[in-house]
C-alpha cells in the first residue's frame, strides 16, 4: 500500500514538475533582436496596461525599449535651406556638446529623410557611426554633427 501511494504522489510530483515548466516557458520575455534593454516599462508581476503610472499605461507599446548598441546612428536635424547640399555616402563627424565622450566620432550618412518637420524648418538625416562604443550607453544624448562638403 505504501508503495502505491509513494508512486501515486511521485507521479502527482511529475506532472507538478511538468506544469511548472511549462508555466515558466509561456512565462519568459524574449527580445525579437539582439540587444541591450534601455529602459523598462512593466515591472515584474505587471501585465501590460495594468499600472495607471507605468509608461505602458501611457501609449508606449511593449514592456521595454531594447537598443541595438552595437550599431549606433546620430540623427542630425538639417535645415530646409541646406538638405540639397547632403547625400548618402558624406563622410559626417559627431561630437558631444557637452563632452559626454571625448573627441570626434566618424560617421556616414546612411539615409535623408522624406518631409521635413514644419515646426522646425528641417529635414531628418541619420548618419551611421563608424565607431558606436564611444557611445553604447549614450542613447538620447545631445550631439553635433559636421557633414562634410560633397
Known amino acids: ?3 502505491q501511494r509513494a508512486q501515486a504522489e511521485f507521479q502527482v510530483a511529475i506532472a507538478n514538475l511538468q506544469k511548472a515548466k511549462a ?6 520575455t524574449r527580445s525579437p533582436i539582439a540587444g541591450q534593454v534601455l529602459k523598462v516599462h512593466i515591472k515584474e508581476g505587471e501585465q501590460l496596461g495594468s499600472n ?20 549606433m546612428y546620430a540623427v542630425a536635424d538639417i535645415g530646409e535651406y541646406s538638405i540639397a547640399k547632403v547625400q ?7 561630437s558631444s556638446p557637452t563632452n559626454t565622450f ?16 514644419s515646426d522646425r ?9 563608424d565607431d ?4 553604447a550607453k549614450l542613447t538620447n544624448s545631445a550631439v553635433n554633427v559636421k557633414i562634410a562638403s560633397p
Open 1 to 3: 500500500m505504501d508503495v
Open 23 to 28: 508555466d515558466l516557458e509561456t512565462s519568459a
Open 102 to 117: 571625448p573627441g570626434e566620432i566618424a560617421g556616414t550618412v546612411e539615409s535623408i529623410g522624406l518631409q521635413s518637420k
Open 132 to 135: 558606436s562604443r564611444p557611445v
Open 121 to 129: 524648418g528641417a529635414v531628418e538625416v541619420k548618419v551611421r557611426l
Open 52 to 71: 495607471p503610472s507605468s509608461d505602458a499605461s501611457k501609449g508606449c507599446n511593449g514592456i521595454a525599449e531594447i537598443g541595438k548598441t552595437d550599431q
Open 88 to 94: 548618402p555616402g558624406q563622410r559626417a563627424k559627431i
